[in-house]
């Protein structure tokens, strides 16, 4: 006998809930149902997406066979406590931060709790985005989480299971690839600033650097993909970085000299920095915080 087909609705219709909407109504999966704090924003939403209606938060927990929860992380707790849940039904958060024990009215009315989160940043509330590729964090009972898996791989997404407990330290790490990547971009702006060169031509010039050294660490790993004066292990490039960082721009040398300090074990692992060299850098680099100390 063909399987069910599963129906979905999201409460919250921001920007998670106007890609991962659009992305299902694409893929054929049936969302049925989209509520928001605000009716006009369920009706923007709605609009968008073949066979579904703008209703009340509880007509999607009554309607559908797993509600996503695409509210801010603050407000899962109270929206998910406010509601009856049906047994048997799933009630999913897309936070990547938050636990399910947030989800605790739901299971306390026999409905599934689990976790549904895409490692991707979405863009204005309008833009659908693609998924195609990105890893989508997923929580819960097996049942639940081989429903979900089913979810993420009609996005072409790839599920990632997360150990329980795990959630905090995933989406904290996941910021070193993400939003951490556009501070340190500001940074390089901010520094070539300094010489005159305007954001706009500084991003032409950086983004592509930026998508070459991620190609060539989905080609060689991120120690095969490491260039730098610190894997060629040129300790005269290092010293000249610090001068000036010193003389022109203080605030930026810690970061400097953090990242650097990071960066050795990467360059000692890819084997072009001697471990001599490594030594003559590291020594360069706690000489530098002890001359701002001073
Ligand atoms: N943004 C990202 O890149 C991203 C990526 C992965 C996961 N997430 C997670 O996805 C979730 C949603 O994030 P988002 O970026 O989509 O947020 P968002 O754009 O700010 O949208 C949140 C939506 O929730 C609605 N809302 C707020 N409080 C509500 C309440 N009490 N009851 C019902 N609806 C309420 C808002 O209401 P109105 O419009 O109706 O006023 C808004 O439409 C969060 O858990 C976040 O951590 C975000």
Redesign the pocket.
């Known amino acids: 006998m063909p399987r069910k087909k599963i129906t979905l609705g999201f409460?919250?219709?921001?920007?998670?809930?106007t890609g991962l909407a659009s992305g299902f109504a694409r893929a054929g999966v049936n969302v049925v149902a989209i509520?928001?704090?605000?009716i006009a924003?369920?009706q923007r939403l709605a609009k968008r997406v073949r066979g579904a209606r703008a209703c009340a938060?509880q007509e999607v927990a009554d309607r559908t066979d797993i509600a996503l929860l695409?509210?801010?992380?603050d407000?899962?707790e109270?929206?998910a406590s406010s509601l009856r849940w049906r047994a048997g039904s799933a009630c999913v958060?897309?936070?990547?931060a938050?636990d399910l024990d947030v989800l605790r009215k739901a299971v306390a009315d026999g409905a599934l709790a689990g976790g549904f989160?895409?490692l991707?940043?979405?863009g204005e509330?309008g833009d659908p985005g693609g998924l195609a590729g990105c890893a989508i964090a997923l929580a819960g009972p097996d049942a639940l989480v081989q429903r979900l898996a089913r979810l993420a791989r009609a996005l072409h997404a790839k599920p990632l299971r997360l150990p329980e407990g795990g959630r905090a330290l995933y989406h904290a790490a996941a910021n070193f690839s993400g939003a951490f990547v556009i501070a340190l971009i500001q940074e390089a702006v901010a520094l070539w600033g300094k010489l005159g060169i305007a954001e706009a031509d500084a991003l032409a010039a950086l983004l592509p650097l930026l998508r070459g050294t991620a190609d060539n660490v989905e080609k060689l790993g991120a120690a095969g993909g490491l260039g730098s004066a610190i894997a060629r292990g040129d300790a005269g490039t290092i010293r000249r970085h610090l001068d000036v960082l010193a003389r022109q721009a203080p605030d930026s040398l810690e970061l400097y000299r953090i990242l650097s300090l990071r960066t050795i074990p990467l360059a000692l692992a890819k084997g072009t920095l001697e471990p001599a060299a490594a030594k003559e850098i590291s020594a360069l680099l706690e000489k530098s915080i002890l001359k701002r100390v001073d």
């Open positions: 409460i919250g219709a921001g920007r998670v809930a509520a928001s704090r605000r924003s369920a938060p695409t509210v801010p992380d407000a899962i109270a929206v958060h897309c936070s990547g938050a989160h895409p991707h940043m979405f509330a």
